[in-house]
């Protein structure tokens, strides 16, 4: 059986660029959800206290839809545009699934 990937990638945005940055995550989501089934949940996630400070939660079925997402053109558009509007870089890190519960880890485990 193959074991989920998740992935978070804290970042901040420059307040004045926050506007084009939520515009560019919306595009960015609405492209993995038409064009990347191995993409079980990408969540754009924003700091109340902080509307410029975000993270993003991404599921992956596997390894290979991670891989696959990485490389997609749309990802790279969606980087090269928004982190021009942060301040330090972005990284990612990179998850296993220690334990969890809930109705939503049940459906991601069950696809």
């Not at 901040?12 to 064009?35: G, P």
């Not at 301040?87 to 485990?109: A, H, I, K, R, V």
Request: aromatic residues 12%.
């Amino acid at each position: 059986m193959k074991k989920n990937a998740y992935v978070i990638i804290p970042f901040q945005v420059k307040e004045d660029k926050l506007d084009e940055a939520k515009q560019i995550i919306n595009e960015m989501i609405i492209n993995v959800r038409e064009k990347e089934p191995g993409v079980l949940l990408y969540q754009s996630l924003q700091l109340k206290k902080d509307p410029t400070s975000f993270i993003h939660y991404i599921v992956f079925a596997d390894d290979d839809a991670h891989l696959k997402h990485r490389s997609a053109p749309y990802v790279l558009d969606f980087v090269n545009k928004l982190y021009k509007f942060c301040p330090t870089e972005p990284f990612p890190l990179f998850y296993d699934n220690f334990e969890s519960c809930g109705l939503m880890q049940d459906q991601l485990e069950n696809k």
